[in-house]
């Protein structure tokens, strides 16, 4: 069974720019969250889709936004990206209690 | 006071011993309990999961849980240089939400 798949695995964008993230979660499984992963905050959660709609939401601006679709893919969008963005953003999917990591997008704000 | 804390770390071992990871919740409506193993620049894996008081052992580790006294340990017995890693304790409520600590950093050393 494939696991969590991300993309693109690394990033580069200009403060400012926009940026889209996308993930496939385990097949069959229906919840996808998002976390940022930075060394100074740790991971943290930023939200959590399930069956298209937005089931749970971290303390993040406005700024950070995400949707899912029918197939229960996902994506994420960062706008007016900042320095402090960079970070790695960690997808997963989860079937029941258990959440399993893609692989994750390192992204580089300069 | 942070939502999931784990000792600060970091924590060495010498090979074949056992290495205490501990982890204290606030929430005491937490249902769910997990350990997760990351890799210096990979993704978070999945190692243990606990959902009610006592012991649970899988292997060389052995999770245990105190609901009454909001904490959660992992046990590693024998440990090998292979356990060198960040351990992260995670905590989900009845809500769904899944929150992390900052992670204990161990390392065996041959």
């Known amino acids: 069974k494939a696991g969590v798949t991300q993309t693109p695995r690394y990033l580069i964008k200009t403060r400012g720019q926009q940026v889209t993230l996308s993930c496939s979660p385990i097949s069959g499984h229906r919840s996808v969250s998002w976390y940022q992963q930075t060394p100074g905050q740790g991971l943290q959660f930023l939200f959590e889709y399930f069956s298209e709609t937005q089931r749970n939401k971290g303390n993040f601006p406005g700024r950070f936004s995400g949707r899912q679709f029918s197939n229960s893919r996902s994506e994420m969008n960062v706008s007016t990206l900042e320095l402090g963005d960079s970070a790695l953003y960690l997808c997963a999917s989860s079937y029941g209690r258990e959440t399993f990591f893609g692989q994750g997008t390192r992204l580089t704000v300069v | 006071q942070k939502e999931v804390e784990q000792n600060s770390g970091p924590l060495s071992v010498p090979e074949g011993a056992i290495a205490s990871l501990n982890c204290t919740y606030s929430d005491r409506g937490s249902q769910s309990f997990f350990w997760y193993r990351q890799y210096s620049g990979k993704s978070p894996e999945l190692i243990m999961s606990?959902?009610?008081?006592g012991d649970k052992e899988d292997g060389r580790f052995t999770a245990q849980l105190n609901k009454a006294s909001q904490y959660v340990s992992l046990l590693i017995r024998d440990s090998q240089p292979s356990d060198s890693a960040t351990y992260l304790c995670a905590v989900n409520t009845n809500a769904g939400k899944s929150t992390f600590g900052d992670g204990t950093t161990l390392t065996v050393k041959p």
């Open positions: 606990i959902y009610s008081n």
